[in-house]
């Protein structure tokens, strides 16, 4: 009779280890997999940011200028004042929030960096770092969206 109790008892020792071991792997096999499916959730894909920042957009401060910055689905951009008398064509690379742009009146050796963000129709440059060009003045104002 003690041979069965103790047969018995350690059946039930290792039945347990197993239930729980198999109850700590599914539990760490559920947060992972949502961990997974969160992180996929945060990320917006690189041609959606870029396309919810195609389009014209007219600085709302500096009114006597008129600023409008046009932004292409093709990395290209066109900073123009005065009604489209003075074009500035640039190019820009988006990475994350992040801008890099650069245009002919500054040149590539003079990128510019920017945070970027869109809430409705406004448009919003945190200055990174520009130096010594005039970009700088413009960008890091608000923009509302024309077309």
Known sequence: MEEIFLMNSLCDGKLKRAILQTGIGCAIAVVFLLGIFACNEKEPNK?????????????????????????????????????????????????????????????KALPGAYLVSISNDNLTFKLVDDPKCDRNRFFPEPWKRVK
Do not use: H, M
């Open 47 to 107: 041609k959606d940011k870029t396309a919810s920042l195609v389009g014209t957009w007219a600085n709302t401060v500096r009114v006597k200028e008129k600023p409008v910055l046009t932004i292409n689905s093709d990395g290209t951009y066109v900073l123009s004042f005065e009604e489209g008398k003075l074009k500035y064509p640039g190019k820009y690379n988006l990475d994350g929030s992040t801008i890099q742009v650069t245009d002919f009146y500054c040149g």
